[in-house]
């Protein structure tokens, strides 16, 4: 298989079929060994009628594919078109927008990250923190909203998108200006876009981590930073977010061991967003906390790791009626 060949063409499951398709797309298969092409055409997907779908992974051994130029132009002129037109159409809440976008920002990051779609996935996200920055230049949602549109799942890509919306609200709350409200929710969702070069078995692993694990898991803003430096098309904001959302404002954090202002402000946003979602999300080693238990854990156990005034801030924005 020549290496080109195997970048263009990403592994489905019978769940991939599950989304709203509104075109189809051609489904592949392995050629054996010794085949001209390493990938051939088997089948159509027709969105209309999927009912040949089920026999087909009823199959044992067939493993089939989707190239992934098609599932690009899928997300580029169907979902998104159709997404930025409504958005630029309508006269719509801060709520609204994000309940909009929130459901195709995961499933681009969800597909960048489990079936490791190449780095161009990333620009689909584009201008999607323009919209969510605009959104909310008049005022925040209610935190009681927001809480309901974040899923609380343990996944990768919702807890990217959850951590961009709560960044992006403690920084409206701060009153940041529209580019930097801009800047701070494309930071947050892809702070822990590192996490894609660790594998699953060692981030979901249940039960207690080996040393070793923990600290390959460590090293994920180090990867993060070091794609998006990279992909050239990222702020110096959005790269430090990456590289210091885990250190602590007491030094205590990694990976540097930074502290206090020496931790960049959006990075000391970013932090309070992480824990904060990470404490309300679904997780093997513990119980979930409502939104009330995980700033009351933070405000008091975990205090010394944020910076105080915006932990304060985040704070008084959840309370707020
Ligand atoms: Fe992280």
Known sequence: MTDSEATEFKQITRSFFEREWKEGFDIFYKAPTGEDKQFIKFAEFDPQDDSRLDSLFERENVDFYINESDLYKYYQFNILKHLLLELAEENLSAWEVFRMVYPVATRILQDYLEISASDTFLELLDEIPEVLAESVEQENPPFFELFTITR????????????????????????????????IVRGGMLAD?????????????????????????????????????????????????????????????????????????????????????????????????????????????????????????????????
């Open 152 to 183: 609380k799942e343990n996944s990768i890509h919702t807890h990217c998108v959850n951590v961009g919306l709560y960044c992006l609200c403690l920084a409206r709350e701060l009153g940041m200006d529209l580019k930097s409200r801009e800047e």
């Open 193 to 321: 876009i590192g996490k894609k070069f660790i594998p699953e078995e060692v981030l979901f692993k249940k039960g207690e981590l080996s040393e070793q694990e923990r600290q390959f898991i460590r090293q994920h803003p180090a990867f993060g930073k070091k794609k998006l430096n990279e992909l050239k098309r990222y702020s110096g904001t959005v790269l430090r977010m990456a590289a210091e959302h885990h250190e602590n404002f007491d030094g205590t954090g990694y990976p540097a061991k930074i502290s206090g202002k020496s931790i960049s402000d959006a990075a000391r946003i970013c932090k309070i967003a992480d824990v904060f979602n990470a404490l309300t999300c679904r997780r093997s080693y513990r119980e979930v906390m409502s939104a009330k238990q995980a700033l009351m854990y933070m405000n008091k156990d975990l205090k010394a790791h944020f910076d105080p005034d915006l932990l304060t801030t985040f704070i008084l924005y959840a309370v707020r009626q």
